[in-house]
């Protein structure tokens, strides 16, 4: 594929349906941790009881929804890449689906961690939760590589709307770090997740991950044999 096919790739969501989509979600994330409290501190109570926990519920589900939405997303990009779409006639739906996907994975994984803020067992501000490694309580470094992990990934959907502004092969370049963050970020919900020792988060990691180093097998050798094919 080159330049100008990449160019081709149309993009799910504009810029303003973007901003709108995460504006929204950290706005209602940000009201839901910090406004509600503060302004509704008696119905805040009644919700969370004396040891409340509502916040890190909400905070471990969108995290693992948010992490599931990933991983659909890598599997979408590397059946576009391996060419599997075409067995099924998939392809642009495939593309669609990977940005989409993409970006809702994003979407969860800023509620997942302004949420945090109504936490008082986690005690976070806003600039330990929007900073990598400033966070210093509850398991700081796999929650830091997750902060990490995350700005990755902005940084290869933002990718999605800069391909005409630079060459094919940053885009492609870029697209590579999909599977650094991926790894990142199944650190960071294993060893900073308090539920990882359950059986179905459990299996549900070793699947997702089998299922990633299956596709990037299959995809590493079909780069391997394609230059053989051509001559």
């Known amino acids: 594929m080159n330049a100008q096919a990449n160019q081709e790739i149309p993009s799910v969501l504009n810029p303003f349906e973007l901003t709108l989509l995460l504006l929204a979600v950290a706005g209602g994330a940000f009201a839901a941790a910090v406004v509600l409290p503060a302004w509704l501190p008696a119905l805040s109570q009644s919700l969370l009881g004396s040891e409340p926990k509502a916040y890190w519920y909400l905070a471990r589900a969108s995290g693992v929804v948010a992490y599931l ?15 599997m779409a075409r067995l099924w006639n998939g392809g642009p739906t495939a593309v669609e689906l990977h940005q989409f996907v993409t970006w809702m994975a994003l979407a969860l994984g800023v509620f997942h961690a302004l949420i945090l803020l109504g936490d008082k067992y986690i005690q976070a501000t806003l600039l330990q939760v929007l900073t990598p490694f400033a ?38 370049t870029l697209h590579y770090l999909s599977f650094g963050l991926y790894l990142l970020l199944t650190a960071h919900g294993i060893f900073a997740g308090s539920d990882t020792t359950s059986a179905n988060l459990y299996y549900a990691y070793l699947a997702t991950s089998s299922s990633v180093y299956f596709l990037l097998v299959v995809r590493i050798f079909a780069a391997i044999r394609a230059p053989r094919v051509a001559t």
Do not use: D
């Open 69 to 83: 939405l990933l991983w659909l997303a890598i599997v979408f990009g590397l059946v576009v890449s391996n060419k």
């Open 135 to 172: 966070y210093t309580g509850y398991q700081p470094f796999w929650v830091g590589l997750g902060q990490i992990g995350f700005y990755l990934s902005v940084v290869v959907a933002c990718s999605f709307y800069l391909r005409k502004q630079i060459t094919y092969r940053v885009w492609r």
